[in-house]
């Protein structure tokens, strides 16, 4: 079992020992890899680049567990999903939680829930390493949109009708306005 938490350990990118977290609390404040980052999100349904990424955290160790918060700014390249123009998004993804050591800590829960305040998200570590890698991917991927737009009011229709050599393909409802002749010099 232990050779197993070790390679894990050594793969992981955002560790904190718990006796340095048992001596006082611990602070995280770096850039996130990007092509860390750009890996993990190929998960996403569209086209995503991570530009631009950095957390910043701070964690300290309770009898129960270790409570960690945070956030995590994330700037992203992707398409406008309805015009495709290349769009940036800021993302701020929280961080919060509350890690418990494996075994004991699904005992304890089991016994009551009143260990942690009910809105934080429970997570879990072995041994005497916090891997906080899962955490940040997962706060980092649900804050990208659904459906990614270049702005609120993106009427998606622009490249359509400027193109009137695609009238053919076009919306039928669109047509008049393709029709339309511009003055030309
Ligand atoms: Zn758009």
């Known amino acids: 079992m232990t050779g197993g938490n070790e390679k894990k350990h050594i ?20 850039d996130i890899p990007l092509d860390w980052l750009g890996q993990e999100m190929k998960a996403c349904e569209y086209n995503v680049e991570p ?6 955290m701070g964690l300290s160790a309770h009898d ?11 700037r992203v390249k992707t398409e406008c999903g309805k015009c495709l123009a290349e ?6 993804c929280a961080l919060n939680g509350f890690m418990m050591p494996i075994g004991t800590g699904q005992e304890l829960e089991e016994r009551d829930n009143e260990l942690t305040p009910q809105d934080l998200k429970r997570e879990w570590y072995e041994g005497d390493t ?6 940040m991917r997962d706060a980092i991927m649900l804050e990208l949109p659904m459906n990614p ?12 009708v400027l193109d009137s ?15 339309i002749k511009l003055p030309k010099e």
């Open 130 to 135: 916090v891997v906080l890698d899962e955490i």
């Open 87 to 92: 769009t940036y998004l800021d993302l701020e």
């Open 11 to 30: 793969d992981a990118l955002f560790t904190m020992d718990l006796e340095d977290l048992r001596k006082g609390p611990g602070k995280i404040d770096r």
């Open 165 to 179: 050599s695609k009238k053919e393909h076009m919306d039928p409802r669109l047509a008049p306005l393709a029709s």
């Open 51 to 56: 530009t631009k990424a950095h957390v910043r």
């Open 149 to 160: 737009r270049c702005s609120d009011s993106c009427s998606g229709i622009a490249l359509q």
């Open 64 to 74: 129960q567990g270790v409570l960690l918060s945070g956030n995590a700014s994330v």
